[in-house]
């Protein structure tokens, strides 16, 4: 007997295999993005000879937070994960809300002048928890009373506004960044520490 648990069509566990994988793709990028953030820099984040070693200091707890915000984040997407295989009404509005904050953490600009190729992988990782987004939308409006999927889409969308507006923001700076041309080194023998 397996009356507990709401059966679900082949198409159902596709839909969540889908999302399961777009929200991982979109948590991890989230430490990509951060991360990829000092490859792209080069040595701009050195801390200099006057700062003696505060960047790295700012970068570690730069670090922590990234870390905390992708925990809490995760946390969201895992509990709406398990509440909509079970068939619950509150798994896609907590997987839509997990994804929108995945979303937004996008809203800074890791990419400098002419990283084409960095903008690119940028893009792709930061589209995975809007394309996931945008899936689970039917998956919001079909189930339940039409008076709480109502509140619910008022609610989402009041959250989500800002954050896609912050999330279309950065990557327009991204795109924006990488098709400018990168400025002209000028070779100088510098004094180092």
Known sequence: ???ARPRQGLQNRTLWILVVGLTAVGLAG?????????VAAGHGFGGGCALAGMGFLLILLGLVLVLIFVGLVGSIASLGLAL?????????A???AGNLLSMAFYAWSPVYAGQV??????VVLASAPAVAVVLLLPALVSRGRIRVRLLEVVLLGLIGVPL???WVGGLTA???AASTLPPQLEHSASATC
């Open 174 to 176: 991204d795109v924006t």
């Open 1 to 3: 007997m397996d009356a």
């Open 84 to 92: 909509f295989w079970r068939g619950s009404l509150w798994g896609p």
């Open 117 to 122: 190729v960095w903008a690119g992988a940028v």
């Open 164 to 166: 896609v507006w912050l």
């Open 94 to 96: 907590l997987l839509i």
């Open 30 to 38: 989230v430490l990509v993005d951060f991360l990829g953030l000092f």
